[in-house]
């Protein structure tokens, strides 16, 4: 199966914008709830916001009200908008797809993306 695929990393200065994609040509976006993480080297996966198959958002304490997750189910595309940047924001973000069944019947459940680097200067 073709893994996700994330985009729009990037270094920034703090106080900046990011907007990261998860996608692939073939996603069934309607039918996986998604959850972005992200990761620094030596540390635990951190979750840190999900979107269910109906559409419900859900954010860590530590992004809430600056990262916005939203979806484009024509598109095949899951994003995740970053405002107000912060050097502790800096990770490798990662897009996992979820345990959903009707994303399991398409082979979907629990597929991960390679990663895409943010980097937050002060």
């Known amino acids: 199966q073709a893994p996700l695929v994330e985009s729009g990393g990037g270094s920034v200065q703090a106080g900046g914008s990011l907007r990261l994609s998860c996608s692939a040509p073939?996603?069934?976006?309607?039918?996986?709830?998604v959850y972005w993480y992200r990761h620094v080297e030596g540390m635990p996966h951190d979750w840190i916001s999900s979107i269910t198959v109906g559409g419900a958002t859900r954010y860590s304490g530590s992004v809430q009200g600056r990262f916005t997750i939203s979806r484009d189910c024509a598109r095949n595309t899951v994003y995740l908008r970053m405002n107000s940047l912060k050097p502790e924001d800096t990770a490798m973000y990662f897009c996992?797809?979820?345990?959903?069944?009707?994303?399991?019947?398409?082979?979907?459940?629990?597929?991960w993306g390679q990663g895409t680097q943010v980097t937050v200067s002060a």
């Open positions: 996992k797809t979820k345990a959903d069944a009707k994303c399991a019947e398409k082979g979907w459940a629990n597929v």
């Open positions: 073939i996603f069934p976006a309607d039918r996986c709830g």
